[in-house]
């Protein structure tokens, strides 16, 4: 069974750092893209970062490129959410979910909550 | 970005009713490679999102056949031929055609 849980979500100052863990078991993670996805406190969800199998490849939105980093260790089986200069409108549910090679986040972690506020 | 459109926002239906939801983009969702990642997922209360049918048409696995999907290019519709207790939550379609990929602002099954 594929389980993905996430940890290290909290709450920052603006400005601040942050970094989120998703440990992943049921599968081989190694050979599947994983995604971080965040869903904001109107409901309305955001694809937030993609990783290749390998870790060779990231991808951003443009509003979170350049503060956010996705990494990844597949000998621990774990992936990474690693978030600077926090913002208010970074204040989400995040998800770590896993690609069947299909452009899409066929299994989703229960997620972990940030809160961004002074 | 490609901007999802879903409609409505909130569906009241009865047990045992057939229900439709719209989700129209922006822009064709015909990959380069021929594809239509366009996809659904259902959100029941206080948990994650769940992956209910993929390009376009494809149900999930364990996903039960009142669900269908339909469409191409730019409009798209998701069914749920009779309603059941089970299947009340957030609809969201999500495009993979384009980064960034982008969803619809979901929506809302809930019992009449």
């Known amino acids: 069974e594929v389980q993905l849980v996430e940890s290290g979500g909290g709450l920052v100052k603006p400005g601040g750092s942050l970094k989120l863990s998703c440990a992943a078991s049921g599968f081989t993670f190694s050979d599947y893209y994983m995604y971080w996805v965040r869903q904001t406190p109107e409901k309305r969800l955001e694809w937030v970062a993609t990783?290749?199998?390998?870790?060779?490849?990231?991808y951003y939105p443009d509003s979170v490129k350049g503060r956010f980093t996705i990494s990844r260790d597949n000998a621990k089986n774990n992936l990474y959410l690693q978030m600077s200069s926090l913002k208010s409108e970074d204040t989400a549910m995040y998800y770590c979910?896993?690609?069947?090679?299909?452009?899409?986040?066929?299994?989703w972690g229960q997620g972990t909550l940030v809160t961004v506020s002074a | 970005d490609v901007v999802m459109t879903q409609t409505p926002l909130s569906l009241p239906v009865s047990l045992g009713d057939q229900a439709s939801i719209s989700c129209r983009s922006s822009?064709?969702?015909?990959?380069?490679?021929?594809?239509?990642?366009l996809h659904w997922y259902l959100q029941k209360p206080g948990q994650s999102p769940k992956l209910l049918i993929y390009?376009?048409?494809n149900r999930f696995s364990g996903v039960p056949d009142r669900f269908s999907g339909s469409g191409s290019g730019t409009d798209f519709t998701l069914k749920i031929s009779r309603v059941e207790a089970e299947d009340l939550g957030v609809y969201y379609c999500c495009q993979g055609s384009h980064v960034p990929f982008t969803f619809g602002s979901g929506t809302k099954l809930e019992i009449k």
């Open positions: 990783i290749s199998d390998g870790g060779s490849y990231t």
């Open positions: 822009q064709s969702l015909v990959h380069s490679n021929g594809n239509t990642y």
């Open positions: 390009k376009v048409s």
């Open positions: 979910a896993r690609d069947v090679g299909l452009r899409l986040f066929a299994y």
